[in-house]
């Protein structure tokens, strides 16, 4: 179909179809505080909270992305001379038609960079959190934490 108008009574719609009719909006987590919210579960584990996000990964297309349920996510230890910085994000995986939360560790350096976000062929990703994991360090704390 080279033109389509959305939504009309009568019409078969695609998942393509719904996607050109959401396609405007720009890619990010909705703005309700308590969407995605993070808390500290214990001195090595946090939680990600319930939310919704969109995804716009085409000039056509965009994935609404909800999440119903808190994800529990284990922080690796800290190196014991050098710094580290994770980062949460949601991950979009194209080739799994699937939408999940993921921790991507980083490298251990003097000057810690966190993994970079991806948005490419394969994946569409949306940075929820970066963890400053100090050198050392037993426990993650909320200062250590930007969203």
């Known amino acids: 179909m080279a033109v389509i108008t959305y939504p009309l009574n009568g019409i078969n719609y695609t998942a393509e179809n719904a996607e050109t009719y959401l396609c405007t909006r720009t890619s990010g987590v909705y703005s309700a ?9 214990n001195a090595s584990t946090v939680t990600i909270g319930h939310g919704i996000a969109w995804i716009k990964d085409g000039t056509y297309a965009g994935k609404s992305v909800v999440s119903t349920e808190a994800v529990s996510i284990d922080i690796p230890i800290a190196d014991g001379v050098l710094n580290r910085k994770d980062r949460i994000v949601l991950r ?34 949306l940075g929820l959190y970066v963890i400053s994991v100090p050198a050392a360090s037993t426990a993650v704390q909320i200062k250590n934490i930007t969203s």
């Open 33 to 41: 505080d308590e969407n995605f919210a993070l808390t500290i579960a």
């Open 92 to 125: 979009f995986d194209k080739s799994a038609n699937a939408s999940s939360i993921v921790l991507k560790v980083g490298t251990p350096a003097t000057n810690a960079e966190p993994p970079s976000i991806v948005r490419d062929g394969t994946a569409y990703e």
